[in-house]
């Protein structure tokens, strides 16, 4: 149950004006579909962090375990720091217009959270504990919590949300969790 529950609230969390939200938010304005584009971005998690998940249960398997306590005590605090820097869209990242709302949804989504914070914390959480399964539905019901507002708000609600301090929050979980594992690492518990 920890796995989904943290799971959750990490990504949850680190989505939060992420770029993957902003896109969510074009999406949005763009289409004004928002259950179509609700839809692309469940499937496009789904797919994503289903791959992520096996990745990282791939990794905790290979390593051994005190080294992987090491790597992800490490990858954690990083994931925090990475998280007090804002993200921002691409300025030529525009909606694909041949296609429709919800492929164009599953493709830009998918593609923009290759190499995004959430999707590597969903491999470092995967790795952390070796649960694809409750990592992978709780990392798509964060992202789920995150965009669905985004998407039906809009705009609107964005610019009211203390971006900033959902952040530190969200880094400060992310150390919290690195520091564990490292403690746990050098056998201090």
């Known amino acids: 149950m920890d ?24 999406l ?33 398997g290979l390593l051994d375990p005190v080294l992987l306590k090491w790597v992800l005590g490490v990858s954690f605090v990083l994931m925090g720091i990475w998280l007090l820097i804002p993200d921002k869209i691409d300025e030529d990242f525009k909606p694909m217009h041949k296609m429709g709302v919800l492929m164009a949804t599953i493709v830009m989504f998918f593609l923009a ?6 999707q590597i914390a969903t491999i470092a959480l995967a790795a952390r504990f070796n649960d694809i399964l409750l990592v992978v539905v709780g990392s798509t019901i964060g992202m789920m919590l995150a965009n669905v507002p ?35 690492a050098m056998g201090w518990f």
């Open 113 to 118: 959270e290759m190499g995004d914070k959430t």
């Open 150 to 184: 985004a998407v039906y708000l809009g705009a609107k609600a964005a610019d009211r949300l203390p971006v900033k301090w959902v952040h530190a929050g969200a880094a400060a979980l992310f150390a919290v969790i690195g520091v564990g594992s490292l403690l746990s």
């Open 28 to 60: 949005a304005a763009r289409y004004h579909r928002p259950g179509l584009i609700c839809l692309g971005i469940l499937i496009a998690t789904l797919a994503n962090h289903a791959l992520a998940g096996a990745v990282g249960v791939l990794v905790a």
């Open 3 to 26: 796995a989904l529950l943290v799971s959750i609230g990490v990504v949850a969390l680190g989505e939060i004006g992420d770029k993957t939200q902003l896109l969510a938010i074009v």
